[in-house]
Structures are given as C-alpha cells and as structure tokens.
T-cell receptor, first 113, second 117 residues
Framework: RKEVEQDPGPFNVPEGATVAFNCTYSNSASQSFFWYRQDCRKEPKLLMSVYSSGNEDGRFTAQLNRASQYISLLIRDSKLSDSATYLCVGQKSGGTSYGKLTFGQGTILTVHP | DGGITQSPKYLFRKEGQNVTLSCEQNLNHDAMYWYRQDPGQGLRLIYYSQIVNDFQKGDIAEGYSVSREKKESFPLTVTSAQKNPTAFYLC????????????????FGQGTRLTVV
C-alpha cells in the first residue's frame, strides 16, 4: 500500500461547482500535510498547509482526520483557473528521517465553462 | 529574490552517458530533495539531504548519485546505470526541523526535462 494515496480522477466540473478531493495516508509518523497545485509541465506550488484539524483560505478548505488517516481538500465556487493537478503530501515527524515528504499521485481537476 | 534554481531546463543525453543536473537555493534551507516525475504520475523521491555532507536514499535511488558539499547546492548525477532516465526532475528545499514546528513546506525549482536519445 502506498504511503499517500489519492483518487487520480479526473474530475470534470462546471464553473461555480464545489468539488472535494480525498487523500489517505498509511504512515502514522506523518504529522504534517500539504496540498500542492501543479500546472501542466510546471513545478508544484504550495496551496495549503494542514497542521492540525484543518484550515480555510478563501474558497479552499482543507481538513485532517487523524483517527481515519484522511485528508481532504474542498474547492468552492470553482474557477476555470483552478484546473490543475492537486497533490496531497505527507511529512514525517520524529525519527532520523523527519521532514521527508511523500507525495500522492495527484488528482486532476478540469473546470469547464 | 530568494528562490531555488535548476539548470538546465531541457537536457538531452545519449545512452550510456552520465549527466549532472544542477540545483541551487538561496533560501538558507538545510534540507534539499530530488524527485522524479513521469507523465501522468506523482513525484517519487530519489535522494534527500537534511544537512551539508549528509544525504539519504529515497525510494528510487538506483542509478543516481548526489553530493552535498555546500548548503546551497545539491547536484544530481544520472548515471548510465539508470535504465529509464527520461523524465521530469524536480529539486526542492525546505527548513530542516520537526514538522510539528510548522513552516516546513518545500519550495520547488522549475524542473529539468531529461531526454535520452
């Protein structure tokens, strides 16, 4: 089983829709999580950090459920510019390899007019 | 401007040749990483370094080598032993501290596209 798993999609939604992505992790040593956005043929860029139960930034809300080892990203009022691949990332805490980042395979989102 | 720079952006290599990808950062980050991304796939960790003169293998280190002689630099050599080197290579850096202290997210360079011809 992969350490971080995502539904690869693709998700195709109309402008204005609300869409949610799910991510599960298997390593309980992962203590911090991030959502990155990657545009086609570009580098990933940080979208949100998720350190506790979750946080919200404008149209984006991330939630973390440690008991179920589950992270989610909710995008409200989707824009055409939200079309991208969304990467879920877990980061280890403690031990000799703390800080090591593990990426999910990414979820593709396409927002259409 | 602070940032992380990879060069070159595109690289072509003949089979059997070694090639070195450059990664430089001026963010004063201790930790640096190399990832490989294949089309339609996620990022896979090749090597990472938490501090100067130390590095650890990631999940797919075979056929690759790295060095970390300076804090700012973490070059990756793709050797002839790497059977399928054509890919998009991404370098990243971050603060090296326990994630519970926060602000440990990684920043990426623009990547190098390596093609074996």
């Amino acid at each position: 089983r992969k350490e971080v798993e995502q539904d690869p999609g693709p998700f195709n939604v109309p402008e204005g829709a609300t869409v949610a992505f799910n991510c599960t992790y298997s390593n309980s040593a992962s203590q911090s999580f991030f959502w990155y956005r990657q545009d086609c043929r570009k580098e990933p860029k940080l979208l949100m950090s998720v350190y506790s139960s979750g946080n919200e930034d404008g149209r984006f809300t991330a939630q973390l459920n440690r008991a179920s080892q589950y992270i989610s990203l909710l995008i409200r009022d989707s824009k055409l510019s939200d079309s991208a691949t969304y990467l879920c990332v877990g980061q280890k805490s403690g031990g000799t390899s703390y800080g090591k980042l593990t990426f999910g395979q990414g979820t593709i989102l396409t927002v259409h007019p | 401007d602070g940032g992380i720079t990879q060069s070159p952006k595109y690289l072509f290599r003949k089979e059997g040749q070694n090639v070195t990808l450059s990664c430089e950062q001026n963010l004063n980050h201790d930790a640096m990483y190399w990832y490989r991304q294949d089309p339609g796939q996620g990022l896979r960790l090749i090597y990472y370094s938490q501090i100067v003169n130390d590095f650890q293998k990631g999940d797919i280190a075979e056929g690759y080598s790295v060095s970390r002689e300076k804090k700012e630099s973490f070059p990756l050599t793709v050797t002839s032993a790497q059977k399928n080197p054509t890919a998009f290579y991404l370098c990243a850096s971050s603060l090296n501290r326990d994630p519970l202290m926060k602000n440990t997210e990684a920043f990426f360079g623009q990547g190098t596209r390596l093609t074996v011809v």
